[in-house]
Every structure is written in structure tokens, then in C-alpha cells.
């Protein structure tokens, strides 16, 4: 997911925490003060990545020929396009769980795996 993307998910979420509260950006309340009212601790962004990591555990379970763990593997080949290539679904897989301080082969042991997925960022 791009950066500008995940910009426009958070304003909408906080749009929609806002509304939920009755806070108008005119009274100007925080945002981590509508998170505490609304009791939303954790963004959308965290949760898209959070279902991110449980599916590619559950993908990488699957057998070798299933076509969802096919499509996964899957490299296309012939020429890219000029200038540089946008990041991909998994590259962004492998990024939340750095953050989570997960390892490649943890997917392996379902009940650790779901453990990792649930733990929050770690900066």
C-alpha cells in the first residue's frame, strides 16, 4: 500500500471517529483523544496489515498445488515498464512483519504465527 494511500485511510477513519464522537475539527480534540472516546486503540492501517500476515500464513500452509499459493509464487516474466517498479502485496508482507519482528519461517507453527499477527507495532 503507498503512502499516499494509507494517508487517505487514516483521514477517513478519523473522519468517521470524529462523526461517531459529535467532534467537529472546529472544537479541535486531538486525534488520540476521539481514539480514546470511540475506544479504537488500534489504526485501520494495522488492521489491514494485521489480515495481510494472517493470509499470507494461511496461503503459505496451503499445499503446492493450490492455485491461491501458485498465484503467490507466481514471477511474470518479460519486460517491466520504465522507472520503478511499485511495490508489490508481498514486499509490503515482508515489511509488516519486520515491524512485528516476525521471521519468514514463523508462518510454519499456526499458533505462534497468530500470536506475531496480533502483536502490535514495535518501533
Do not use: C
Request: hydrophobic letters at 35%; glycine letters at 6%.
Amino acid at each position: 500500500m503507498s503512502k499516499s494511500m494509507e494517508g487517505k485511510l487514516l483521514a477517513t477513519e478519523m473522519d468517521f471517529l470524529r462523526r461517531s464522537a459529535r467532534k467537529s475539527k472546529l472544537e479541535k480534540v486531538r486525534n488520540e483523544e476521539i481514539r480514546r472516546i470511540t475506544k479504537k486503540e488500534i489504526t485501520i492501517i494495522e488492521e489491514i496489515q494485521k489480515k495481510q500476515l494472517i493470509w499470507y500464513g494461511h496461503v503459505n500452509r496451503m499445499g503446492e498445488e493450490r492455485l491461491p499459493k501458485n498465484i503467490m509464487k507466481w514471477i511474470p516474466t518479460g519486460k517491466r515498464k520504465r522507472g520503478r517498479p511499485r511495490e508489490t502485496w508481498l514486499k509490503g508482507v515482508t515489511k509488516a512483519m519486520s515491524l512485528r519482528n516476525l521471521q519468514a519461517d514463523d508462518w510454519m507453527d499456526r499458533r505462534q504465527w497468530r500470536q506475531g499477527t496480533g502483536r502490535r507495532i514495535t518501533l
